[in-house]
């Protein structure tokens, strides 16, 4: 008898053979950037030259001056609606066919009175919490079927972090072992103890596909000394978490990460705050990182399992996250490029 695990590795791999073998045209990648900051701009036009996005893909909205400093991060409803909501709808509208929205170092985060994410709202097109369509479908996006727009962001602690992303993805390669670290906490309730199933069963599937992986259970915060393909841990959660082994991660261009920790993008733009910050690995090298910019609840952290199959299957960035992510219109920030898909062109065997 097959398993559900077995089960689950030959549906990604008959949608290998069919449906995603590259990622969408940049053609569907809408960008944007604050017309007011000459660095939004010229990272929104690197970006745009690396993937061959055409330029009327391009939208530079005009922020006020109070957006324009690295250090706010914050917009009120009114403004997030009037500013950016309604002129990116406007031009997604106006253009052939839009599946994913980049927004640019420089735009606002998090929207002040809802505690939610300016991406996810753009995503979800909704000020409020709601459930997302395309979790667990394992297939790739188009905006029609589902009626939103895959949203991420180049951001991070500094503008070389935000070009270097763009660079990782261009660069990503595949062969980096993934890591997930499940700690075993001896208190866990149980949402906790689903966490550390679901990493033990992403386990299980990458090694019936044959991409290398590794997972932990020792009740020790664990960095592998070796670039990481993708990144999966408690963070700062973890009781016995080390700032050092932390800061010592190392990603391959490519790579992909998620932590479980409530305020992982608090700090997305500058360094603060008490609990381990994604800008850290962005800093590191990592080339896609989900991080939330309030307490989201357990529940809305992405699926270790469908995040890297859906990645190691084919489905791009933004498709890999979004398929493991339960809410939009919430919380939650993904950074990267959306196209990145260095397993698009791989071959992997299945197991059966």
């Not at 590259?22 to 690197?46: D, E, F, H, I, R």
Request: glycine residues 6%; proline residues 6%.
């Amino acid at each position: 008898m097959k398993t559900l695990a077995s089960l689950f590795v030959v549906a990604a791999a008959l949608l290998t053979l069919s449906a995603f073998a590259g990622a969408q045209s940049p053609s569907t990648v809408l960008v944007v950037a604050n017309a007011k900051n000459s660095n939004s701009v010229a990272l929104a036009n690197y970006y745009m030259s690396a993937r061959q996005i055409p330029t009327q893909n391009l939208l530079l909205l005009d922020m006020p001056a109070k957006y324009t400093p690295d250090d706010v991060d914050t917009i009120s409803v009114a403004d997030f609606r009037n500013l950016i909501a309604n002129p990116i709808l406007a031009k997604a509208e106006s253009l052939p066919h839009i599946d994913y929205i980049v927004l640019c170092r420089n735009l606002p985060i998090q929207i002040a009175e809802t505690n939610g994410s300016v991406d996810s709202a753009i995503a979800g097109r909704s000020l409020r919490r709601i459930d997302n369509p395309y979790c667990g479908t394992f297939v790739p996006f188009d905006s029609t079927t589902y009626g939103l727009c895959l949203v991420t962001r180049l951001d991070g602690w500094s503008w070389d972090d935000a070009f270097q992303l763009v660079d990782n993805s261009i660069n990503a390669s595949v062969g980096s072992p993934v890591f997930l670290d499940a700690y075993d906490l001896l208190d866990c309730i149980s949402g906790c103890a689903q966490v550390n199933l679901t990493m033990a069963q992403a386990n299980s599937t990458l090694l019936e596909e044959q991409v290398p992986v590794m997972l932990t259970q020792v009740q020790d915060f664990s960095a592998p000394a070796m670039p990481l393909g993708g990144y999966y841990s408690w963070g700062s959660n973890d009781p016995t978490f080390s700032e050092v082994l932390w800061t010592s991660l190392q990603f391959a261009p490519g790579a992909i990460a998620e932590t479980i920790v409530a305020t992982s993008a608090e700090f997305l733009r500058f360094p603060g705050g008490t609990e381990s910050q994604i800008a850290q690995l962005i800093q590191q090298g990592v080339t896609g990182a989900k991080g939330y910019v309030a307490d989201p609840n357990l529940s809305a952290a992405a699926n270790s399992n469908s995040l890297f199959s859906s990645y190691t299957s084919g489905l791009n960035l933004a498709e890999s996250y979004y398929n493991a992510s339960s809410y939009l219109g919430w919380r939650d920030v993904v950074v990267g490029d959306p196209l990145c898909s260095p397993y698009a062109g791989a071959f992997f065997p299945h197991g059966e």
